[in-house]
């Protein structure tokens, strides 16, 4: 077919075996595909498999809240803490947020291994695009390595919803990036099983000129409010603020504090 | 859930899709253009699987950008579709198919405006108006009731926006807003976005 030749399209079974085989390179920063898998592996049945009842039982950590969202000043991120495998709680300080570097942070929902050893190798590509670049990668195209990594694994059972929250020439930058490969610019999102929870506190909320304390505010009881009703989510909510020069850590507060102080009437 | 329509007139294609990114019961993006560009005077309409819309339509607005560059000159809009198809079926039976619904309308020099229905199984038909999603069980039949071949663009809006009332008034899900545009000899045209207002 004509077309088929001179638009250089390749046939499926050669681009796979491309992606997956020899770590022949096919993307421009990536000389070495990490995991080579063998053809014929089905990653995602083998974990349907493992959280049957009555057998071998492994839980992923799913449960979480995050958000963010822009407003006149920045970019709030807040998130949850608890790390939780199945109906036990592995960690009730986990570490959501990863600072890529001053100006770019990534949140992390789903798998925790999957959220950070991807996010760790997405702040490496971002590290080398600078060095080779001379300037700091945009929030976009940061986003854009992060979801093509995902593209990569399609269908092999990532489990991975996130925020890459920074600040570049075009401003504030939010994008929402997930296990398969959806990349969404917005203004707010939330992640995790609470989500819909604290869409519900933000959405009323929210003003676009809020002050920088309402903001803090408006994150902190995004979240508290979420760990509230959902039984996967608790801990402490850590708060960054993402602002023209960089990004501040604002603060660290144990959630069943802060619901005391907000609901006084309800205990 | 998500909706897209399409109608040809006498010498141009009218096209809308709904804004709603959606991921279970939450909204996550009110603002979402579903419409990609392949070229001055062809347009790409994508639904489906998260993920995959973005990328399979990306993929091939790429190659159709790429074919124009090797060769100087552009696809026409059944080349882009028969493309566009073959692409689709070749994935449909590997491991990881792409599951998404296309419209595809076009205006072409010499064979005039075009609107190529695809499917996620690969089935391409060119239909002179067609929808998808589930709005689409309820439009089509007003399409067929008032559809002529020689609508004017007044006429097509009108159309149209009987079909995003109707959706208003029936369909059981909020499309709160509509991206509309409009293809003909002198290119793609975006028109107002359609916002149904209150309840009937």
């Given amino acids: ?267 | 859930m998500e909706y897209l329509i399409g109608i040809q007139g006498q010498d141009f294609v009218l096209v809308a899709a709904d804004n709603v990114a959606a991921h279970s019961i939450v909204k996550m993006k009110q603002d979402q253009d579903k419409m990609f560009k392949l070229s001055d005077k062809i347009l790409l309409l994508c639904v489906g699987e998260a993920g995959d819309t973005v990328q399979f339509a990306e993929y091939i607005q790429k190659n159709i950008q790429l074919y124009k560059m090797r060769n100087g000159y552009e696809l026409s809009p059944t080349a882009a579709a028969n493309f566009t198809r073959k692409n689709l079926a070749d994935y449909l039976r590997s491991r990881t198919p792409y599951h998404v619904n296309l419209l595809l309308a076009g205006f072409d020099e010499t064979d005039g405006p075009g609107l190529y229905y695809m499917d996620h199984l690969s089935a391409l038909a060119k239909a002179p108006f067609a929808a998808h999603g589930h709005g689409a069980y309820l439009t089509l039949s007003i399409l067929d009731r008032y559809y002529r071949p020689d609508l004017t663009r007044d006429e097509a809006m009108d159309l149209l926006k009987k079909c995003i009332e109707e959706l208003n008034h029936r369909f059981i899900l909020n499309l709160p807003s509509f991206s509309v545009r409009l293809i003909d000899k002198d290119g793609t045209h975006d028109l107002e976005k359609l916002i149904p207002v209150g309840a009937k």
Avoid at chain 1, 52 to 76: P, Q, Y
Avoid at chain 1, 116 to 142: D, G, P
Avoid at chain 1, 167 to 195: E, H, I, Q
Avoid at chain 1, 228 to 246: F, I, K, P, T
């Fill in chain 1, 1 to 267: 077919m004509a077309l088929f030749d001179v638009s250089g399209y390749k046939s499926h079974a050669g681009l796979r075996g491309q992606i997956l085989g020899t770590g022949v390179g096919h993307l421009v920063d990536r000389p070495n595909q990490e995991f080579a898998v063998p053809v014929g592996v089905d990653p995602s049945g083998f974990l349907k498999s493992c959280s049957r009842e009555g057998g071998v039982s492994i839980d992923l950590n799913h449960g979480t809240t995050t958000l963010a969202f822009k407003f006149r000043h920045g970019v709030i991120v807040a998130v949850d803490s608890r790390a939780s495998a199945g109906s036990y709680i592995a960690s009730k300080e986990a570490n959501k947020v990863i600072e890529i570097n001053p100006y770019l942070l990534g949140t992390m929902s789903g798998s925790a291994a999957d959220c950070q050893y991807w996010e760790r190798l997405l702040a490496k590509e971002c590290r080398l695009y600078k060095l080779r670049n001379k300037q700091r990668i945009s929030v976009s195209a940061a986003s854009k390595l992060l979801c093509n990594m995902m593209l990569g694994y399609r269908g092999m059972g990532l489990s991975m919803g996130s925020m890459i929250v920074g600040w570049d020439n075009k401003g504030p930058g939010l994008y929402y990036v997930d296990d398969n490969a959806t990349r969404l610019s917005g203004r707010m999102f939330s992640t995790g099983c609470g989500s819909s929870y604290a869409y519900g506190v933000m959405d009323s909320g929210y003003r676009e000129d809020m002050t920088v304390e309402e903001a803090y505010e408006l994150g902190r009881r995004g979240i508290t409010h979420a760990t509230h009703r959902d039984a996967y989510s608790g801990g402490v909510v850590n708060l960054y603020h993402m602002q023209e020069d960089g990004w501040i850590k604002v603060c660290k507060e144990d959630v069943s504090e802060l619901i005391h102080r907000y609901r006084k009437g309800m205990f």
